[in-house]
């Protein structure tokens, strides 16, 4: 939800953010969103604007704002050289502004010739990898947003590395927890899908017919269901199986004598429910994924957040030769192109490589 400045609820944005849910946007989109508009609300509010009578050229304006104004410290002890929100951060948030707006001009709350000025018709004269351009380039023709900042190249995806993964599974102090850590990396899943997960997904049998399944050996499924009590939702709509290893299916095994250990438990269907804190019992939500890992990274001193052993899966996947179809179906991603950031080559390969051709010429 959205508040206004009398702590009353922001009555646009909220049912913005309401529809957002009934289209099964999942719980960070909705959570993003809800921070982005009120940021934005903050800066009406502050330079003396009617949001509903925003401009084109103000909204430059607010987009120039986000990347020039210092970003508030984090903790009153925070540091005294100032950041500063990047280039990409900004254009993510004016994203979420700009489908407010539209939102907001299809509810007549907001002058509808502002939302046709936030795009205009763009010919793609090279094609994105994974696309088509149908039978009379009928495809080649997008609407590209006008106010967007230029982004600097960056480099590839953060991702953990085998040995950072086992790093973190090896100074988390509980079963639930490194079992949490070794599904991630195993199956290169979204946290919000392993959140979601039911114990009837966990199919760690090498023979699961007698579940009523007819896929071989130990996997899991993975389902978007919109009635989890976490908030969790798996971010495609399509399900899939991701086979997994014996040593994960023992994880599990692990964590399950654990959690017998918490009565409170017994009674849930979720797999990963809180065993350490109140409300015991009840299935793990964003914010406990969130606080582990940022434990285990304060422990072993490295960026770690649950994504990061997701690309790293994708990273590991694709360095050892498995087919980019398959990757993009264990990922569960809809379009090939969404595999791009994840074939990054290390400086080692990259050396091999130049080493390689020039040992080749002196042959």
């Not at 280039?87 to 907001?104: D, I």
């Not at 959140?195 to 993975?222: F, K, N, P, W, Y």
């Not at 398959?326 to 990054?344: F, K, R």
Request: aromatic fraction near 8%.
């Amino acid at each position: 939800m959205v508040v206004d400045e009398q702590g009353q609820l922001h009555h646009e944005s909220c049912m913005f953010l309401a529809a957002l849910r009934e289209m099964g946007r999942s719980y960070n989109t909705e959570k993003a969103y809800a921070g982005r508009i009120a940021l934005f609300l903050t800066w009406c509010s502050s330079s003396g604007l009617a949001w509903k009578e925003i401009k084109f050229l103000q909204l430059a304006r607010f987009l120039r704002w986000l990347v020039d104004e210092p970003l508030p410290p984090r903790s009153p002890r925070g540091s005294l050289t100032p950041k500063f929100r990047r280039e990409k951060s900004a254009n993510a948030v004016l994203t979420g502004v700009c489908e407010f707006l539209r939102f907001s001009a299809r509810n007549e709350w907001v002058d509808p010739r502002l939302v046709a000025q936030l795009s205009e018709p763009k010919y793609l004269q090279w094609m994105p990898p994974g696309t088509e351009a149908g039978e009379d380039n009928q495809f080649r023709t997008i609407r590209a947003r006008l106010l967007k900042l230029p982004e600097p190249v960056e480099d590839a995806v953060e991702y953990l590395t085998p040995d950072e993964a086992d790093q973190l599974f090896q100074v988390a102090a509980h079963a639930r927890d490194k079992f949490l850590i070794a599904l991630l990396g195993c199956t290169g899943e979204r946290i919000g899908e392993a959140l979601g997960l039911r114990r009837q997904d966990m199919h760690l049998l090498a023979d699961s017919r007698t579940l009523g399944c007819r896929v071989e050996g130990a996997h899991i499924h993975v389902r978007r269901r919109a009635n989890n009590a976490n908030g969790a939702l798996a971010k495609s709509r399509f399900a899939r199986v991701i086979p997994v290893t014996q040593n994960l299916a023992g994880l599990y095994a692990d964590y399950q004598f654990e959690r017998d250990g918490v009565p409170e438990a017994a009674d849930c269907d979720m797999v990963f429910v809180n065993l350490f804190h109140a409300p015991l019992g009840r299935p793990m939500r964003y914010g406990t994924a969130k606080e582990l890992f940022d434990r285990l990274a304060k422990k072993t001193q490295l960026i770690a957040r649950p994504h990061m052993l997701r690309h790293g899966a994708a990273t590991a996947w694709i360095r050892a030769g498995v087919a980019p179809d398959v990757v993009q179906e264990l990922m569960g991603q809809i379009s090939p192109a969404s595999l791009t950031p994840y074939l990054h080559r290390s400086e080692k390969e990259k050396r091999e490589a130049v080493e390689m051709v020039a040992a080749k010429g002196r042959s």
